[in-house]
């Protein structure tokens, strides 16, 4: 019997760290405010899961929590001072399995990729009870020096979660499960990285086509990025895509009447039909 699954992938956090207006970047953030816009407009729409990146800290996931219809059940991997690496998964669906995996090689405390062993990132699988079918959100370690090629100790990093996350998902492949994984890769879509992860995972880009930048410019002047944000999804027969959008890409008001961006990344929408 065929099922729809609509999913959201969005990092939510929203706070792109300038070196330059860090007081700047701190009082824009006002991350309670908009997790309630951001829990407000979902509930216009309707989603079976939400992947977020980037909440995390648990006063954060609270205000999600609160904000969200009742429906929705919340899954994350306990951490610290937060959901471990930042990812949370809310979800109408019946779950029978949930598993969360590390990343080998997270980065280090000494350098830009700090945030990598400090949320600790990895990937959070949910398996849809009585499906064929995993939902996955991931995070990987941002680059932002913004400097690539062989050399780059984050290209290294990159390249290393990439392999282990196309590994995951060709193991889960080849007991002949559909997935879908959504998330905040931090992969330019027209590098290497980027190629070589289709190729290793053997997953289709539900934006393959799409030049268009996940990542919004909060300051004049900021350099544009390219699309780091992705949704993929398994080539078989049992998983077909329906619909995509990018959602959430202009500013809004908030509930002081204050118009502001969602996140500093806009959303990603998919909708598939399922079988089994």
Not at 39 to 63: M, S, W
Not at 106 to 133: A, C, E, F, H
Not at 252 to 257: D, M, S, V
Request: glycine share 6%; charged share 25%; proline share 3%.
């Amino acid at each position: 019997m065929k099922q729809s699954l609509t999913l959201l992938s969005y990092n939510v956090f929203g706070a792109p760290f300038h070196g330059q207006k860090i007081i700047a970047t701190l009082l824009r953030t006002k991350v309670r405010r908009r997790f309630r816009l951001i829990a407000k407009e979902i509930t216009k729409k309707n989603f079976d899961f939400l992947l977020f990146q980037e909440v995390h800290t648990y006063p954060h996931l609270f205000v999600l929590k609160r904000a969200l219809p009742k429906e929705y059940k919340v899954y994350f991997q306990l951490g610290i001072y937060g959901p471990k690496g930042g990812m949370v998964t809310f979800t109408k669906r019946k779950i029978s399995k949930k598993l969360f995996v590390d990343f080998f090689d997270k980065g280090v405390l000494w350098n830009r990729s700090i945030t990598g062993p400090l949320t600790q990132k990895g990937m959070l699988l949910l398996k849809i009870k009585d499906t064929q079918t995993w939902v996955i959100n991931t995070h990987l370690t941002q680059n932002s020096s913004g400097v690539w090629g062989n050399k780059s100790v984050y290209t290294k990093i990159l390249t290393s979660q990439l392999r282990q996350c196309a590994a995951s998902l060709k193991s889960l492949q080849k007991k002949g499960y559909s997935i879908v994984v959504g998330g905040d890769f931090n992969m330019p879509h027209t590098s290497e990285l980027y190629t070589k992860f289709i190729t290793e995972s053997d997953m289709k880009d539900v934006f393959e086509k799409s030049t268009t930048s996940t990542y919004l410019q909060w300051f004049e002047g900021e350099k544009k990025s390219e699309r780091i944000d992705y949704i993929f999804y398994t080539k078989n027969p049992s998983l077909i895509l329906e619909k995509k959008e990018n959602i959430f890409t202009q500013a809004l008001k908030n509930e002081r009447g204050e118009k502001q961006l969602l996140s500093d990344h806009v959303g990603l929408f998919a909708t598939f039909s399922t079988k089994g």
